[in-house]
């Protein structure tokens, strides 16, 4: 990444969103966790468990400035940032206010959600930088001229860049 500031920025976001991860944990335990019913609650652990995957990858392809950690963090910043937006918004228009999930007396259920909120806007503040601050998280050299007689086109783009 191209300045320090923006790097700084990167691993500040980066571990809030991580946090976000491992605040779900406590909070399926809390809601959702029936010992009886194992099968029917191993589909959503597995979805969380892929889109942990999916910014796994995604990060660690950002931080070494590739293409597919690019697009695959946009992508799911993007998809973040419309899950809180869509849902805070929903809040709001049935009448129930807007951050209404912090009013929630229990302690572990408004740290989460205060956490979730906070996603919200740090999942667009990530997503703004990503597409403004472009340069800064692409590695251009990667992607070069070759004019040589024995090339099909008039450029080659290095594969293992991309991904």
Known sequence: MGSKNIRVQV???FLLILANFIAQIPYYFHLYYNPNNLLAQAKGGLIMLFVFVVFLLASTL???RRTLGYWLMVIFLAVE??????NTLGEVIHGYGLFFHLNNPDPLLRAVFAIGYVNLFVSGYFL???????????????VYLDFSPFSRSSYVVDIYALC
Do not use: M, N, P, V
């Open 81 to 86: 940032f419309l899950f809180y937006l869509w």
């Open 128 to 142: 703004g930088l990503l597409l403004l601050k472009r340069a800064h998280f692409l590695d251009f050299q990667s």
């Open 62 to 64: 950002l931080f070494k």
């Open 11 to 13: 691993i500040i976001l």
